[in-house]
T-cell receptor
Framework: NAGVTQTPKFRILKIGQSMTLQCTQD?????MYWYRQDPGMGLKLIYY???????DKGEVPNGYNVSRSTTEDFPLRLELAAPSQTSVYFC????????????????FGNGTRLTVT | KNQVEQSPQSLIILEGKNCTLQ??????????LRWYKQDTGRGPVSLTI?????NTKSNGRYTATLDADTKQSSLHITASQLSDSASYIC????????????FGTGTRLQVFP
């Protein structure tokens, strides 16, 4: 069982370039999330989705876009990369729990380490 | 402002010893508290999730406690092993669907032989 798979593992971008971080899960989870993790900081939510066709902004959405055309996939798009987007990006998924969006454990991928220079 | 604070920032212990990590939060109203383990270069993995009505929960050598009145939680690791070396992250959820998870900055634990 693969769980949550993220690609690529590492990427270096030049300022102004664009890229898509891929995320796919095989657990049939409705909920999916994108977080970024910066040194000395707690994970910050970028975007999340409660089901195919539904996405919503998190705490730090500026400079990013997402789409959710299928249950399995939740790609994160960076347009016009900036040094401030240098970070480790984690995708996660969870199953609905007791009617709460945030009630179930998150299953994380192993991250994409992105450097923008 | 909703916050989650963890202490200590880092901890070094010898293999076989016990240790306790602390988490204080200000999230209110509160729904649940989770502890995650994050190995270097990997994503966090869930250890426990406790609702406001639970006081303690165990997962093998890991035991989490929760005092919702004082807004404190602890993670106790018994008979530590080298594989326990990791960051341990406390995460708190508010009670409303509009509340997002609040992540602590983690405690980095190193276990030496």
């Amino acid at each position: 069982n693969a769980g949550v798979t993220q690609t690529p593992k590492f990427r270096i971008l030049k300022i102004g370039q664009s890229m898509t971080l891929q995320c796919t899960q095989d657990m049939n989870h409705n909920y999916m999330y994108w977080y970024r993790q910066d040194p000395g900081m707690g994970l910050k939510l970028i975007y999340y989705s409660v089901g195919a066709g539904i996405t919503d902004k998190g705490e730090v959405p500026n400079g990013y876009n997402v789409s959710r055309s299928t249950t399995e996939d939740f790609p994160l798009r960076l347009e016009l990369a900036a040094p401030s987007q240098t970070s480790v990006y984690f995708c996660a998924s969870s199953a609905p729990g007791q009617g709460e969006v945030w009630g179930s454990p998150l299953h994380f991928g192993n991250g994409t380490r992105l450097t923008v220079t | 402002k909703n916050q989650v604070e963890q202490s200590p920032q880092s901890l070094i212990i010898l293999e076989g010893k016990n240790c306790t990590l602390q988490c204080n939060y200000t999230v209110s109203p509160f729904s649940n508290l989770r502890w995650y383990k994050q190995d270097t270069g990997r994503g966090p993995v869930s250890l426990t999730i406790m609702t406001f009505s639970e006081n303690t929960k165990s997962n093998g050598r890991y035991t989490a406690t929760l005092d919702a009145d004082t807004k404190q939680s602890s993670l106790h690791i018994t008979a530590s092993q080298l594989s326990d070396s990791a960051s341990y992250i406390c995460v708190v959820s508010g009670r409303y669907n509009t509340d997002k998870l609040i992540f602590g900055t983690g405690t980095r634990l190193q276990v030496f032989p």
